[in-house]
T-cell receptor, first 116, second 112 residues
Framework: NAGVMQNPRHLVRRRGQEARLRCSPM?????VYWYRQLPEEGLKFMVY????????ESGMPKERFSAEFPKEGPSILRIQQVVRGDSAAYFC??????????????FGQGTRLTVV | SQQGEEDPQALSIQEGENATMNCSYK?????LQWYRQNSGRGLVHLIL?????REKHSGRLRVTLDTSKKSSSLLITASRAADTASYFC????????????FGKGTKLSVIP
């Protein structure tokens, strides 16, 4: 959905560098998901954030990955010391209320991360 | 099979034919949704069916849900070349879970 903006659309990083992926939710939405899609796979849940709070990070790798959704500005997914296995498409989805979490979430176009 | 697993993995049909994709899941659900993803693009929500519904229509799309078999099907009638995409089902288990569980998808090719 064009309302959820992710940037950059494509990101190339060398092994060991940091990747920062941004997601601006739809106007009025204060809830954000991040999902990862490996090649030829479906999307896998990573983290659910509300403004200034991490609600569920059960899908996040324990090391090198972090996410935030500050009071002002976009949600950021940060991957430190990237490895080739981090190459994937990362999607953000936003929704307005908890009741809409699994029914009216809107997905962005994704950021395709390539680690070389 | 994993939650929300689609079959077939790939489907190739002629324009004008109908396309049927199936999805199976393991745990009980609140809702099941179907999404389309064009190559290299984001997901587009197609249709949501609730666990107490058996069938739902939207334009050329028809979705069925059989909770006793834990399965759903997506039928696209009178397919068009523009329907070429990957189709994913996604389930949520309710009970306070905010996660959607996606299958690996069915890659549909509609040949003009």
């Amino acid at each position: 959905n064009a309302g959820v903006m992710q940037n950059p659309r494509h990101l190339v990083r060398r092994r060991g560098q940091e990747a920062r992926l941004r997601c601006s939710p739809m106007k009025g939405h204060s809830h954000v998901y991040w999902y990862r899609q490996l090649p030829e796979e479906g999307l896998k849940f990573m983290v659910y954030l509300q403004k200034e709070n991490i609600i569920d990070e059960s899908g996040m790798p324990k090391e090198r990955f972090s996410a935030e959704f500050p009071k002002e500005g976009p949600s950021i997914l940060r991957i430190q010391q990237v490895v080739r296995g981090d190459s994937a498409a990362y999607f953000c989805a936003s929704f307005g209320t908890v009741a809409q979490a699994n029914t009216e979430a809107f997905f962005g176009q994704g950021t395709r991360l390539t680690v070389v | 099979s994993q939650q929300g697993e689609e079959d077939p993995q790939a489907l190739s049909i002629q324009e004008g034919e109908n396309a049927t994709m199936n999805c199976s899941y393991k745990t009980s659900i609140n809702n099941l949704q179907w999404y389309r993803q064009n190559s290299g693009r984001g997901l587009v929500h197609l249709i949501l069916i609730r666990s107490n519904e058996r069938e739902k229509h939207s334009g050329r799309l028809r979705v069925t849900l059989d909770t006793s078999k834990k399965s759903s099907s997506l039928l696209i009638t009178a397919s068009r070349a523009a329907d070429t995409a990957s189709y994913f089902c996604a389930t949520d288990s309710g009970a306070g879970s905010y996660q959607l569980t996606f299958g690996k998808g069915t890659k549909l090719s509609v040949i003009p």
